[in-house]
């Protein structure tokens, strides 16, 4: 299993960036996805997660009413559509897989998950 995270980089505040994960190796269609969040001397955040399905999604409220989680199982890809950046959402963001046998199952927790790419820099310059 491959998970590669793609499109991170240097944006302004109050601008948007959309990340992505290309999973290999895997049947996708049964993997619950995630994504998480590591800023430099801070533990690792949960940011949001999708089901299987895609019918199934949960925000952390931290970035809930900005950031869109969704998945394509048609092309085994995972996106984050990020808006209205702010300084702190400034990290390394990480996409994680984990296969379930519900399909509208989400996990929200980092141990949960038993997938993880290498992750992706994202900073947002105020």
């Known amino acids: 299993v491959q998970l590669l995270e793609s499109g991170g980089g240097l944006v302004q505040a109050g601008g948007s960036l959309r990340i992505s994960c290309a999973a290999s190796?895997?049947?996708?269609?049964?993997?619950?996805m995630g994504w998480f969040r590591q800023a430099p001397g801070k533990e690792r955040e949960f940011v949001a997660a999708i089901s299987r399905s895609g019918d199934v999604i949960y925000y952390s409220d931290s970035v809930k009413g900005r950031f869109t989680i969704s998945r394509d199982n048609s092309k085994n890809t995972l996106d984050l559509q990020m808006s209205i950046l702010k300084p702190e959402d400034t990290a390394v963001y990480y996409c994680?897989?984990?296969?379930?046998?519900?399909?509208?199952?989400?996990?929200?927790?980092?141990?949960?998950?038993?997938?993880w790419g290498q992750g992706t820099q994202v900073t947002v310059s105020a």
């Open positions: 994680a897989g984990q296969p379930t046998s519900d399909s509208n199952t989400i996990r929200r927790v980092g141990t949960e998950y038993q997938y």
């Open positions: 190796g895997l049947t996708f269609s049964m993997y619950a």
